[in-house]
């Protein structure tokens, strides 16, 4: 599969093309080879400090079916911070655990093969009730866990390739997929599936924002490699999936 994807770049000049011929699967072959080992369900980071968030909202008076109708790529923000109730609830409903079940985490996206790649950092700017800082979310404790400063509001415009609702809001949230997770089952075809597992997230984010009666926006469109220093993280293993802000309405 690798060789014929090399044939298609080799004609096409397009990665995007010969990533899909490399990573398709024929009766002869499943997923390719080789797979890394699973690294864990959860990411175990040194915090500067970690904050227990508050239970998440139960309802909010806006049924699901009402959330999509209304949903709307939002890039204009109020002056009023995000509450770290409203906040919890977010990353709750977008990405939390929800139970377990034979020892595996429940999350509150679907996963291809349970595997569960998607990580969240908060970069928090004005949240009521929280210090300014980058955070990441520990969806197996529901709590953040402090990794530093915030990424300054325009330094993240800057990253975006200068668009400037990224660095507005109360925060922005930047959503990341762990490649080994998925590809430790599904090799070179989990590159794939991470890529589905971030967006039922992103929906999420949308969803969750709008029964908030929050603002939010996806962007996909930033300097990988810059977003991935400021994360602390290798580009190489943990992908940038995509920057969310999120605030309140004007």
């Known amino acids: 599969m690798l060789a014929r994807g090399l044939s298609v770049l080799c004609e096409t000049r397009d990665p995007g093309l010969a990533l899909q011929e490399s990573t398709a699967i024929e009766r002869w072959g499943y997923y ?19 904050v227990r968030l508050p239970e998440p909202l139960g ?34 409903y977008a990405a939390g655990v929800r139970g377990y079940e034979l020892g595996w985490p429940l999350r509150t996206y679907p996963s291809a093969g349970g595997l569960q790649p998607v990580e969240v950092y908060v ?8 210090e300014p800082g980058l955070y990441h979310y520990d969806a197996e404790r529901h709590e953040l866990c402090l990794l530093g400063e915030p990424i300054p509001r325009d330094r993240l415009a800057s990253i975006c390739l200068d668009q400037e609702h990224a660095g507005d809001g109360s925060l922005a949230l930047i959503i990341t997929a762990v490649y080994a997770r998925t590809a430790s089952k599904y090799g070179a075809r989990g590159y794939r599936y991470i890529h589905l597992d971030a967006g039922a997230v992103v929906q999420n984010v949308y969803l969750v924002t709008e029964a908030l009666g929050l603002a939010t926006v996806v962007i996909g469109a930033f300097y990988d490699h810059e977003l991935c220093n400021e994360l602390g993280i290798d580009c190489r293993w943990e992908l940038p999936m995509a920057v969310m802000p999120v605030g309140t309405r004007p």
């Open 59 to 92: 309802a909010s008076g806006v049924d699901v079916l009402e959330a999509i109708r209304r949903r709307e790529s939002r890039r204009e923000y109020g002056d009023m911070p995000v509450s770290l109730e409203q906040l919890s609830t977010l990353l709750f």
């Open 123 to 130: 970069n928090a700017w004005s949240v009521e009730g929280l």
């Open 32 to 50: 390719g080879e080789p797979r890394p080992e699973f690294p864990g369900f959860f990411k175990r980071l040194a915090c500067a400090a970690r």
